[in-house]
């Protein structure tokens, strides 16, 4: 029964094995076929091999050690009680120590590999920042790529130190889990002699609790470093407790610990347990004694002259954290403010008019739903930002792709046919200028509808299909016996055909290893797929980079580009750490460096990926280029089409725009005292009466001291509790001028109106604020769009839009007003250029005009809402054609009151 019991257990193991590795060669094998298809093979083969053979390295060491020493216990052990055994014994006893071992080392190694194997990279393909801190001396590349590893390391020495002693101690509980062991040996009984036995033991862990003392010195010695990030003091880094005391205290610990070991030694041979006490016993009086002397030095000797006896590394934290967030090299300006602008001055900064932004994005990516949705399982994911030279000019754009949401097909479409087969894409983009809206408030597009129709030549959509986007989260196969929707077409649908590059081609064995790995036997057995077929798997854009190069960090607002008729996705790439010494960490985040190095490019139809550096002088992505050759390319080899809408990426410059609201100060008593300290602007925004941060936002307009006007990145800020405007910080994104930031500081002795004192200068204009009362009541809605600060010349403008939206759900909201203020003044108007005209062409403010419904409009507005209910008829959607119902029986009604 025994031997029944045992063959099921083993048969059990074996199949769990069996399953552990089967389910890695199928990962491995269907990872091994995809990077091949997207063109990166070697750098798969190079990360798996890496850590293949940093794992078997740590397997055979580990293995190693354990199976010498548990076999040397053994002997021990049987020669301590004099005990002879057969060599067949001998074989069986060294086989489970052999399989036990192995065991243990084959969990702890795949641990160790998996998480440490690209830390051990880093470690030997370091590069220098050419910067060392300020109290070790030592270079910040120690600290990024040599110190977590070399701690890591120790750890895990530690680690199995403790787990050898207490496997030692399993150990001897096993051996002496019997009262007596009967082996033959010179003709006589053996018995157990319990005190040897207990020698041994005894021994065994000795030695190993001396090498662990051993290795507490070296940790006490590599904890010092951690100074260097202390939040001790008002800053991140070495405060004067901690470089005067802590350190102190972590090289007595070492010593001390070393000590230890030594008087374990010294014990162990007189066997006196006193002896061993003393090491532990001092370690804890030195630890106590540092915690009380750190707060002796912190509260009496520091606390009360803080600023003399911190300045210096207060400096340090300045410096450093400038130096880890890209600050350094913020280019200070003053901006006058001079409130001189004329008519003539507005005519002459036609390119920053133009671009100004009238429309909003959250209420555009709404419309764009709303009109250019086409079919419910179409879906704008949301709005991009970006510059065209449309025309010959500088244009600044709103615009979106068209993908396919399948979870909004009807249920009886729901089929594993139509998910893989059939709906494989989206279908083209929307364009809008930021600045121009039709008749009835709405974004005006340049490029629509499906297939896309564009309004000027070097717009044409000539690939508008979209296979790889935000949205497309399953796997497709193409080159089936079913053709792909392609967009509807009237009552009917088109219909097409893959003829792009990427995709696996499904062989039998390809379609077997992909049943597997997708866990669906359809993917086998389907008589649609022949041998032609291929199947595209990870067509999430950000699931297809980050399975690339996983170390990079990605930001989560990948735009697109239109560029040569086709469609083309870009990613910002950053590298990270938060190992940067006297940095300070970002808010709540556990990053206290960035850089943005690099651009990742996808081909929205094909695929194609490419990483680019932006930033050679960045040491993590050179090191992470070391490692792997073939992975980056330069920025030179970049297309220059799409070169021209790189965009400085609002997450870095969010982080970067917040730490410098503190970092800008340069005089250490100051900076203690925060006396200067800045904060980003607030606003109201979409009649919410609480206040919120201003978002950066992209925008046109000229530079003080240029000739030409460029694509910007800005954000307000202002005193910290005051609503005046102090600076404003611009980020470039021209290729030849990218990532430089200015800091355009107004002058201190004049009153510059933030954005939150300018909502309250229309909140209390008598007429602006009836009018909005009284639009915001009788089923209508008013949404107060963001408000822009637009820099003219030495003057500021400020730029409003105003939303009105009925109380439907399925309404749009319409562009209905602008709202503008210069100096003093603060008119209202239909339109940019009629706000303009008022502050500028008369020479004084002309009288607010009170809002009424255009008959014209009206009625446009009507047709629009009966052809879209007409339309919900047509399909069937009874829910939307009574709201859109609904809603056109109020526009007739304010019809109506119109005509009497």
Not at 492 to 504: K, L, P, V
Not at 576 to 585: A, D, M
Not at 770 to 790: A, F
Not at 813 to 833: A, G, H, R, T, W
Request: glycine fraction near 4%.
């Amino acid at each position: 029964m025994k031997t029944v019991d045992k063959r099921i257990t083993l048969v059990l193991i074996g199949i769990f094995i069996f399953s552990i590795f089967f389910s890695t060669i199928v990962q491995f094998l269907s990872n091994y076929m995809w990077f091949i298809d997207v063109g990166y093979k070697d750098i798969y083969i190079k990360r798996v091999f890496y850590r293949f053979f940093i794992g078997i390295f740590i397997f055979g060491l580990f293995n190693f050690i354990m199976y010498f020493y548990f076999t040397s216990i053994k002997k021990k052990y049987y020669k301590s009680i004099n005990i002879l055994y057969s060599k067949e014994e001998e074989k069986k006893s060294r086989l489970k120590i052999l399989t036990i071992s192995s065991l243990i080392s084959l969990l702890f190694s795949v641990s160790v590999s998996s998480s440490m194997w690209m830390d051990i990279l880093k470690f030997k393909n370091f590069t220098l920042f050419g910067l060392t801190d300020p109290i070790f001396n030592k270079d910040i590349s120690f600290y990024v790529f040599k110190l977590p590893v070399i701690k890591d390391i120790v750890n895990i020495i530690s680690f199995s130190l403790i787990l050898l002693m207490v496997f030692t101690l399993i150990y001897y509980i096993i051996l002496t889990s019997n009262k007596e062991i009967l082996r033959f040996s010179r003709s006589e009984w053996i018995h157990f002699d319990i005190k040897k036995i207990y020698n041994s033991a005894f021994d065994s862990i000795v030695y190993i609790i001396c090498l662990f003392f051993v290795v507490l010195a070296i940790q006490n010695y590599l904890s010092s470093f951690d100074i260097l990030y202390s939040k001790r003091g008002i800053v991140t880094g070495a405060s004067f407790t901690d470089v005067n005391v802590t350190l102190f205290a972590y090289k007595i610990k070492s010593i001390i610990s070393l000590f230890t070991a030594v008087l374990i030694i010294l014990g162990r041979k007189k066997r006196n347990i006193k002896l061993i006490a003393i090491g532990p016993i001092l370690i804890v009086f030195v630890g106590v004694a540092s915690l009380i002397a750190e707060n002796i030095v912190q509260n009496l000797i520091v606390s009360p002259n803080e600023i003399a006896k911190e300045s210096k590394y207060i400096k340090y934290n300045m410096d450093y954290t400038k130096k880890a967030y890209g600050l350094g090299n913020i280019k200070q300006e003053e901006f006058l403010a001079l409130d001189n602008l004329s008519f003539e001055d507005i005519q002459n900064n036609k390119e920053t008019i133009s671009n100004i932004p009238i429309n909003d994005y959250r209420p555009t990516l709404q419309t764009y739903n709303q009109l250019q949705g086409i079919r419910s399982y179409y879906r704008f994911n949301d709005i991009d930002i970006d510059r065209y030279i449309i025309d010959g000019k500088l244009t600044q754009v709103f615009l979106s792709a068209r993908e396919i949401d399948k979870s909004k097909l009807p249920s009886q479409a729901q089929t594993w046919i139509n998910k893989h087969l059939k709906y494989t894409h989206g279908y083209g983009i929307v364009m809008s200028p930021v600045n121009d809206i039709t008749s009835s408030g709405q974004p005006k597009t340049i490029i629509r509808n499906i297939p896309p129709v564009s309004e000027f030549k070097q717009l044409a959509v000539k690939r508008p299909e979209i296979y790889f986007g935000e949205l497309t989260n399953d796997y497709i196969v193409i080159n089936t016996k079913e053709d792909e929707f392609s967009y509807p077409k009237g009552e009917t649908n088109a219909f097409t055909r893959y003829e792009g590059t990427a995709g696996i081609k499904l062989n039998l064995l390809n379609r077997i290893l992909y049943s597997i790995d997708t866990k669906s036997l359809k993917l086998l057995v389907s008589t649609a797929i022949n041998s032609d077929s291929r199947i595209i798997i990870n067509r999430n854009i950000n699931d297809r980079i980050k399975a690339i190069a996983p170390f990079i960090e990605y930001d989560e607002d990948p735009y697109i580009v239109l560029v040569d008729g086709k469609l083309y996705w870009i990613v910002d790439g950053y590298t990270t750490t938060e190992r940067y010494p006297y940095s300070q960490v970002y808010e709540d985040s556990n990053i206290n460096y960035i850089r943005n190095s690099v651009k990742v490019v996808i081909d929205a139809y094909n695929g194609d990926v490419d990483f680019y550096i932006v930033d050679d002088n960045d040491p993590i992505i050179k090191t992470y280029s070391k490692i792997f050759k073939d992975l980056f390319k330069s920025i030179d080899k970049m297309p220059q089409g799409i070169k021209r809408h790189l965009r400085y990426p609002q997450h870095i410059f969010d982080i970067q725009a917040k730490v410098y609201a503190t970092y800008h100060m340069k005089d250490v008593g100051v900076f203690y005292n925060k006396e200067d300290q800045w904060e980003i602007a607030t606003e109201i925004y979409q009649g919410k009466n609480d206040p919120i941060e201003v978002e950066s936002n992209y925008i046109v307009f000229k530079l003080p001291n240029e000739d030409r006007a460029e694509f910007l990145l800005t954000v307000p800020y202002t005193p910290r509790g005051k609503q005046n405007m102090t600076a404003l910080l611009v980020a470039r994104n021209d290729l030849e001028k990218y990532g430089q930031i200015i800091l355009y500081k107004f002058p201190k002795d004049k009153n510059v109106l933030g954005p939150y004192q300018i909502e309250s200068r229309i909140n209390q204009d008598p007429e602006i604020s009836r009018n909005l009362t009284q639009w915001d009541s009788g089923g209508s809605k008013v949404i107060r769009g963001h408000m822009i600060t637009v820099p003219i010349q030495d003057s500021l403008l400020y730029v409003e839009p105003l939303y009105i939206k009925s109380d439907s759900k399925e309404s749009i909201p319409e562009v209905k007003k602008i709202i503008m203020l210069y100096k003093d003044k603060i008119v209202i108007e239909n339109s940019l250029q009629e706000a303009l005209d008022s502050l500028f062409k008369n020479g004084e403010k002309q009288k607010d005009k009170e809002f009424v419904y255009d008959q014209d409009n009206l009625i446009t507005k009507a047709n629009e809402i009966y052809n879209k209910a007409q339309q919900a008829m047509k399909e069937g959607n009874f829910s939307d054609y009574g709201k859109y119902i609904q809603e056109l029986g109020e526009v007739l009604r304010k019809l109506e009151s119109e005509n009497r």
